[in-house]
């Protein structure tokens, strides 16, 4: 019964930057490979940037490279995502989501409620 509460969203100027944070409860935070989403109102789901156990991997996506970075804090459970340099089109739900490596048939296993991100003038 693994749980995670994202926090650190609101409204923010293009290009400023916002810190996102995820704290997972519940199962083992080492075993997880981590990652966040982001869902815009009438678009489809897409992958932002995921970090495994050790935080030597980690997997962005082409919009967002160069601009965010996700880092992890095993000691406290914690996942981050650093968004610098944002733009209007970042404007999104995002969620955290946690990939137990022990259940290799499913990709995302557990899934946290969203923090809503606005990047506006």
């Known amino acids: 019964q693994v749980q995670l509460v994202e926090s650190g969203g609101g409204l923010v100027q293009p290009g400023g930057s916002r810190r996102l944070s995820c704290v997972a409860s519940?199962?083992?935070?080492?075993?997880?490979?981590m990652g966040w989403y982001r869902r815009a109102p009438g678009k489809e789901r897409e992958f932002v940037a995921a970090?495994?156990?050790?935080?030597?991997?980690?997997f962005y996506a082409d919009s967002v490279k160069g601009r965010f970075t996700i880092s992890r804090d095993n000691t406290k459970n914690t996942v981050y995502l650093q968004m610098n340099m944002l733009k209007p089109e970042d404007t999104a739900v995002y969620y955290c989501?946690?990939?137990?490596?022990?259940?290799?048939?499913?990709?995302?296993?557990?899934w946290g409620q969203g923090t809503q991100v606005t990047v506006s003038s």
């Open positions: 989501a946690a990939d137990d490596i022990m259940t290799p048939a499913v990709l995302y296993d557990y």
């Open positions: 519940g199962g083992t935070f080492s075993n997880y490979l």
């Open positions: 970090i495994n156990w050790s935080s030597m991997g980690r």
